[in-house]
């Protein structure tokens, strides 16, 4: 039985348009993948970049993330890769790991500006958080194939999920954890707390928004692994990607403080107590200079 209140899952997850079938987990993708390099965009422009470059980032960025996260797959779940010659290269029949995808992805990138002459630290910084709402984006995917959600639970925000999709352990349960939501909602408050409070107030030395972004992204998603019950290889009793978000975040947390410990970003404006003491000093009068006297 269903409780009081509870989130529906999408019946289907495919449009059918005559002999066009639209599979909507990869039309999210797309919407991603334009939010990222929009939101990128703007950020870089604002600090005299040019439109060009994110573009030529973005091209090759999506090729390469999308054999980074096939890769990632192959290496942590080897066994749901299907038999045959061709089972390493079927991501049509699912297999994407979102942490090779944005580390491959990342790297071509990096080096796609690098090539430009463009000033990639800064570059990563305008980045972090078109990645995260991209993330948060994707995470709708999974909420249309009803797929990596979490324990049962009777919460009246619990996802509805349909018998042939539940695991034969939670089978005679109805609403479960939905994991998705909650990354979706935790990636959207880590992109706020980067622009608004981190970036605006604090002006950082780049990367440090881009350090920031790994080791937040990966704390939350560590807590969201803990919930969730779809098929995943452990390794001493914790699922891979647990082991994953906890080495992230740690080395992510100490590239964070080497950065902010050389200093902030070159050109930002002083603190405003610093400010308001040096115009406390320039409002004095300048001191008298002696005037020699003339002798007869």
């Keep these: ?22 599979h909507l987990y990869g039309l999210t993708l797309l919407v ?52 045959g010659w061709t089972g390493p290269f079927a991501i ?18 990096a080096f796609v500006a690098r090539r430009a002459g463009a000033n990639v630290p800064l570059l990563a910084d305008c980045l972090a958080p078109g990645l995260l709402v991209a993330q948060a984006i994707g995470r709708l995917g999974n909420w249309w194939n009803q797929e990596l959600y979490g324990r049962p639970t009777n919460l009246p925000w619990g ?26 909602i935790w990636n ?19 990367p440090a928004l881009f350090a920031a972004y790994i ?21 001493l009793g914790m699922r891979v990607n647990n082991w994953v978000a906890l080495l992230g975040c740690f080395l992510a947390t100490v590239w964070f403080f080497m950065i902010v410990g ?12 610093r400010l308001r003491r040096e115009k406390r000093n320039d409002s004095k009068p300048p001191p008298k200079m002696a005037i020699p006297r003339s002798r007869p």
């Design 1 to 22: 039985m269903l409780p009081l209140a509870s989130i529906p899952s999408p019946s289907t997850g495919t449009i059918d348009l005559g002999p066009l079938t639209i």
């Design 32 to 83: 991603a993948i334009a939010a990222a390099t929009y939101i990128t965009g703007r950020r870089w422009a604002r600090h005299g970049g040019e439109w060009d470059l994110i573009y030529r980032c973005a091209i090759w960025g999506v090729g390469a993330g999308i054999v980074g996260a096939r890769l990632y797959h192959l290496a942590t779940s080897w066994n749901e890769v299907p038999g």
């Design 92 to 109: 049509w029949k699912g297999g994407l790991g979102v942490w090779g995808g944005i580390a491959a992805g990342c790297l071509a990138g």
């Design 159 to 184: 996802l509805e999920i349909a018998p042939g999709n539940r695991p034969l352990s939670a089978i005679q349960s109805a609403t479960f954890h939905p994991t998705f939501l909650y990354e979706l």
């Design 188 to 206: 959207l408050l880590v992109a706020a707390f980067l622009v608004f409070v981190l970036e605006r107030r604090f002006k950082p030395r780049p």
């Design 215 to 235: 080791a937040l992204y990966c704390f939350g998603r560590f807590w969201i692994e803990l919930i969730r019950i779809d098929t995943a290889n452990h390794i």
């Design 262 to 273: 050389r200093g902030r970003e070159p050109g930002a404006p002083k603190p405003k107590r």
